[in-house]
């Protein structure tokens, strides 16, 4: 604390010692006085025994006292402030720097999933403060739309634009612009590879994860499977949330349970009351607990009510002392 800031303590303290420094002298005052200083008095012991003066008297000495009283509560009341009482505050940091790759299978029978998905996420980017969402669909190959970036503005353009591909008739629909430059379709492993390549500055301590939606039937020879795919991501520290709406008790959907878990991310089946949403929901929940910073205990000074506390015993001390000396 810089000097300048003991002042104010410095001027309480010195009020008070001035009051009971007035105070005292107040009550020996009599003591010291000169024979001219009063009127004399013959067989002032007389005067002293009556009622009326004992009673003044035993009322002057009472106040005398709660002088000495006050202005030593005062004085404790001025060091214990002088002390710097500190007041302690639990601090749980937030932490918004999330990476979060929307990787979309959009084969047929993905469309309803996959709008889903991108009806939900136009609908959040309204409450995202400093994550970045990046886009890669996959089908016969991998496409990505947009790179992790936190432009909602750009974000919220492109996944309206994707969605709106899903209505199509009878014009080329932007989901299959690159996606089908290959034999087979969703190609799961190569998607989620192609996904997890797009996360960039490794360096910087950011949580990284993947929504990826996906049916898990894979038709064709990829060149990565779910699990290899899975390997690489979790090498990068990035965390896989898979999204089936479909999933069953098959192996190759138990593949993709495995895969997703060893990452240290989730599978989700969509079934009954379960919705994209929920999922997604509890994605950012674990995502938020994963980049959780250490909890901080903060002191800070807390002296106003020891300050209070000094300026009204120091003002009852000058009210006493003046009815004192009445």
């Not at 994550?131 to 016969?140: Q, V």
């Not at 039937?217 to 979790?234: I, K, N």
Request: proline fraction near 4%; charged fraction near 20%; glycine fraction near 8%.
């Amino acid at each position: 604390m810089a000097l300048t800031q003991f002042w104010p303590f410095a001027a309480v303290a010195a009020a008070v010692v001035v009051a009971i420094l007035i105070g005292i002298w107040w009550s020996r005052r009599g003591e010291h006085a000169e024979p001219g200083d009063g009127a004399l008095v013959a067989r002032a012991e007389r005067v002293r025994q009556l009622p009326s003066v004992r009673r003044a008297t035993r009322r002057r000495a009472i106040a005398l006292a709660a002088i000495v009283l006050i202005g030593a509560i005062a004085a404790g009341a001025s060091s214990v402030v002088s002390a710097r009482p500190m007041a302690e505050q639990t601090i749980v940091p937030e932490n918004n720097s999330r990476d979060i790759m929307l990787c979309l299978d959009v084969s047929g029978s993905m469309t309803d999933t996959d709008k889903e998905v991108l009806d939900l996420f136009i609908e959040l980017i309204d409450g995202f403060e400093g994550e970045r969402i990046g886009l890669t669909i996959f089908n016969a190959s991998p496409v990505q739309l947009f790179p992790l970036t936190d432009d909602y503005e750009f974000v919220r353009e492109h996944l309206a634009s994707l969605r709106g591909s899903f209505d199509y008739t009878d014009v080329t629909p932007e989901h299959w612009i690159g996606t089908l430059d290959g034999p087979g379709a969703s190609l799961i492993g190569d998607g989620l590879a192609a996904c997890a390549l797009r996360f960039d500055h490794s360096d910087l301590d950011r949580s990284r994860s993947i929504i990826l939606a996906t049916d898990n039937e894979p038709a064709g020879a990829e060149v990565l499977s779910v699990q290899e795919a899975a390997d690489y991501s979790a090498s990068r520290d990035i965390r896989v949330y898979a999204l089936n709406p479909i999933q069953g008790a098959s192996e190759v959907g138990e593949g993709l349970v495995r895969a997703a878990q060893s990452t240290g991310g989730e599978a989700y089946a969509l079934r009954g009351t379960t919705t994209v949403a929920d999922i997604v929901d509890e994605v950012q929940q674990q995502e938020a607990s994963a980049l959780q910073g250490e909890i901080e205990v903060v002191q800070t000074d807390e002296p106003t009510v020891w300050i209070v506390i000094l300026f009204v015993f120091v003002l009852v001390a000058v009210v006493v002392m003046w009815r004192v000396r009445l």
